[in-house]
């Protein structure tokens, strides 16, 4: 049975500086606690930038509202999409990477001073990518900078100091791992969580990689050393890092519900083969997903698209569905194990709703797999992407992903990083019950108009799609609820904001006493290690409600893949 | 968030061989069906690609215009000539910041390879309301063989960002009865 509390004791010498957690019994370095926390602010920082632009660009789109000229439309969905896509993304990860390297090895930081540069270098790096996008008009670009659009040398350059920053804190990752196991601050396999952020650090190596060769020869072109540079190439080597990037993203946001499950429910993970077997199909197969945004394009033959484009054989796509069943499966047989055994879906209802970290776990699961994970896969396909591509159903696919999925677990997960690594008492915790679902509500909306106008024809990355003069009327219905949704999820992400600027300015710095913030005052982390085998292989906890949801999400996958391919049917012949 | 127990290689409980069972198979349905419709189906993208230079591409539509122009049209109030080629035949469109050119007419039914190339920038065609969308580089010659099913008037919008009129890059399709 695991233990809750580290059994290698921490030998104390002159560079150990840590405090215990009083609630996780975790050993906190304080290089790791400054290191997430400065992290985790510039997270928050991107993603108010990343917002306001949010908030604009959409009352832009809202036909009805239209409120920005072209210029700034454009401009702002540039810096819309660096900030955050990348910056507020990986800042995040990055916090994550330093706590799940050390705190949860029992284990200290091994190179805070390495971990400091990188950090130093994404600052410099995201602050010098917004600064140039809002000052030179040239450098309106999009996210993607697609080759020959040619921006300012430095926008290239605030990429690679962003980049190399990032791999930096990466390879600081793995320093600590290697440490931690050197100095036997450990025993036997990692946990699960540093498993699955192992698994995103390693793809977040081969997409930096990427990225370098990509923007590097960007970058030279933009001065002026190389006359051209080939626009397929580089839309090929972008796309190795721009689609991995979002990989990443996926494994660290599993690592984090796992983690989210067992804070606020207790959770053993069911099988912990299965689990990491998914991880593994992750590393193998997910990063030929950058084919995903090169079907339509000149010069690739059908199975180069079609290996790349399934991943193979979907074969990461399997390892989502494992994820999809083992976490639910998990939450399911812990709540059972508790009582909560009446029909199929008992222990849902008594679920703990009211606790952030619960509700914003399953938002994030829900509009993450039924949303961004159906719509993903089908317009990844070779041919349906026809249908698909630059309409505004790819933006609809990915807010459902990165906003709906990874954003709102990371902002859950916010709420217990503040009172245990700030140390300070979480405010305004009614706000923090119903942000969750805001949230959530928002960027479900959002993604759903964005994907009910694509599938009129309605193209992304435009100002203005009256002048097609094609799009029939239902496209301001679709748009309107669109832009509401958008209104909504800022909303959710301005009580984030505040939730985390009063508790961090003006909360009482105290140690965290539970682990549940709202919903009770029992300990779901401790409840965990007293699970015991029986209980989870007893026949009443096993999880049927669970098996019945994933079949139920099987039939609306097959469904809505098998409308699209029928809606292919209907168009032009074309060859 | 905890370290397993020393042995974690445990054989799946049957729920979850169950689930990993009905999932791979899905993933294996889903990896035949493009396979299958690259066979069978109408409708798959197309691979035909040559390499150009926007000098090269730009003669070919000349050339392709003014022998098959027919008559002309206004698009942003820009007048274009409205080119039909006979149905069979290498038919030329050129994109460029931020105009397609020419107008394309075609017979509902008929077969035409349909050449498209960038002149500067990346560009989307996508043509509305069939809604078929081509990613367009410079220095490409992508070739789509296209039959029309359906007869009226077709707009190409722009959907790859072009710069600052990106969204005033639009074009026509024309296509009339046999």
């Known amino acids: 049975m695991a233990a809750l509390a580290p059994t290698t004791p921490w030998t104390s010498g002159a560079k150990d500086d840590y405090r215990v957690c009083g609630v996780t019994t975790l050993k906190v370095d304080m290089h790791t606690e400054r290191l997430i926390i400065a992290n985790a602010v510039m997270a928050v920082v991107c993603l108010v930038l ?9 009352l832009t789109r809202w036909q009805a509202v239209h409120l920005l000229d072209a210029t700034w439309f454009y401009r702002l969905l540039t810096l819309h999409g660096i900030d955050m896509l990348i910056a507020w993304i990986v800042f995040f990860e990055m916090a994550g990477l330093h706590f799940g390297s050390t705190a949860l090895l029992n284990a200290r930081h091994a190179a805070p001073k390495l971990a400091w540069t990188g950090f130093i270098m994404m600052t410099v790096g995201g602050l010098m990518a917004n600064f140039v996008v809002l000052i ?70 081969y997409t930096l990689l990427e990225g370098a060769i990509a923007i590097v020869p960007a970058f030279l072109w933009s001065l002026g050393v190389f006359p051209t540079y080939d626009p397929g190439i580089y839309r090929n080597f972008f796309w190795g890092f721009g689609h991995p990037a979002q990989q990443v993203n996926l494994a660290a946001m599993v690592s984090i519900w796992y983690m989210l499950a067992q804070m606020t429910t207790g959770i053993r993970p069911v099988n912990e083969k299965f689990s990491r077997l998914a991880f593994i199909l992750y590393l193998f197969f997910i990063n030929l997903g950058s084919a995903h945004h090169l079907l339509v394009d000149p010069g690739l033959s059908f199975a180069w698209k079609a290996v790349n484009t399934s991943y193979a054989m979907y074969l990461a796509v399997l390892g989502s569905m494992m994820h999809a069943f083992s976490i639910p499966a998990a939450m399911e047989i812990a709540l059972r194990a508790k009582g909560h055994n009446k029909g199929l879906f008992g222990w849902l209802r008594n679920a703990p709703w009211g606790e952030p970290g619960f509700s914003g776990l399953v938002m994030s699961m829900v509009l993450f797999g039924w949303i961004g994970g159906v719509t993903g896969v089908t317009i990844g ?129 105290k140690e965290a006493t539970n682990m549940l913030l709202v919903s009770g005052t029992n300990n779901p982390l401790l409840e965990s290690t007293q699970l015991t085998d029986e209980q989870m292989e007893s026949k009443q906890n096993q999880p049927k409600g669970t098996l019945v949801l994933v079949f139920a999400f099987l039939v609306w996958f097959a469904v809505y893949y098998l409308t699209n391919w029928w809606l292919l049917g209907r168009t032009w012949f074309i060859r | 968030m905890l370290a397993p127990e020393k042995i974690w290689w445990k054989p799946l409980g049957r729920m979850e061989k169950t689930w990993l069972t009905v999932a791979f198979v899905w993933c294996v349905f889903l990896t035949l069906m493009m396979p299958l419709w690259y066979f069978m189906g109408k409708q798959n993208v197309p691979t035909e690609t040559y390499r ?127």
Not at chain 1, 50 to 58: E, Q, R, S
Not at chain 1, 400 to 414: I, K
Not at chain 1, 461 to 482: E, M, Q, S
Not at chain 2, 76 to 101: C, H, I, K, M
Request: charged share 15%; glycine share 8%.
């Open chain 1, 50 to 58: 990343g917002g306001i632009a949010a908030l604009l660009i959409a």
């Open chain 1, 136 to 205: 030179d008009p040239k450098s309106t670009v999009m996210f993607s900078a697609y080759v020959p659009l040619k921006a300012h040398p430095l926008f290239y350059l605030s990429y690679i100091l962003f980049a190399v920053g990032a791999l930096i804190t990466t390879i600081t990752f793995f320093i600590n791992i290697v440490v931690a196991k050197r100095e036997k601050r450990f025993e036997g396999s990692m946990p699960l969580a540093v498993f699955g952020l192992m698994t995103a650090a390693i793809l977040a190596v």
């Open chain 1, 381 to 509: 396909t070779e041919q349906i992407n026809m249908l698909v591509h630059n309409t505004m159903r790819l933006p609809g696919h990915f807010h459902a992903t990165v906003v709906g999925g990874t954003t709102t677990a990371f902002m859950a997960f916010t709420y217990y990083v503040i009172p245990l690594i700030f140390r300070k008492e979480l405010k305004l915790k009614k706000w923090a019950v119903w942000q969750p679902y805001v949230y959530g509500v928002g960027s479900a909306l959002v993604s759903l108009g964005m994907i009910t106008s694509g599938l009129q024809g309605v193209a992304r990355r435009n100002w203005d799609i009256t002048f097609a003069g094609v799009v029939p009327g239902t496209v301001d219905l679709t748009l309107a609820i669109f832009g509401i949704g958008a209104l909504i999820a800022v909303t959710g992400g301005i009580m984030y904001v505040t939730i985390v600027l009063v508790s961090i300015l003006t909360g009482e710095r």
């Open chain 2, 52 to 178: 150009t230079t926007p000098a090269q591409f730009n003669e070919k539509v000349q050339a392709f215009t003014e022998q098959y122009k027919i008559g002309e049209d206004t698009i942003n109030g820009v007048t274009l000539p409205v080119v039909e080629a006979p149905p069979g035949s290498d038919v030329y469109l050129r994109a460029s910041t931020w105009q397609w050119f020419p107008i394309l007419q075609f017979r509902k039914g008929e077969t035409y390879r349909l050449h498209i190339s960038s002149m500067d920038l990346q560009h989307g065609f996508s043509l509305q309301p069939v809604n078929i969308n081509l990613q367009i580089l410079p220095q490409y010659d992508y070739v789509a063989t296209i039959v029309p099913t359906s007869t009226g008037e077709f707009t190409i919008v722009c959907n790859e960002f072009c710069s600052l009129g990106h969204h005033t890059m639009i074009g026509k399709i024309i296509v009339k009865e046999k």
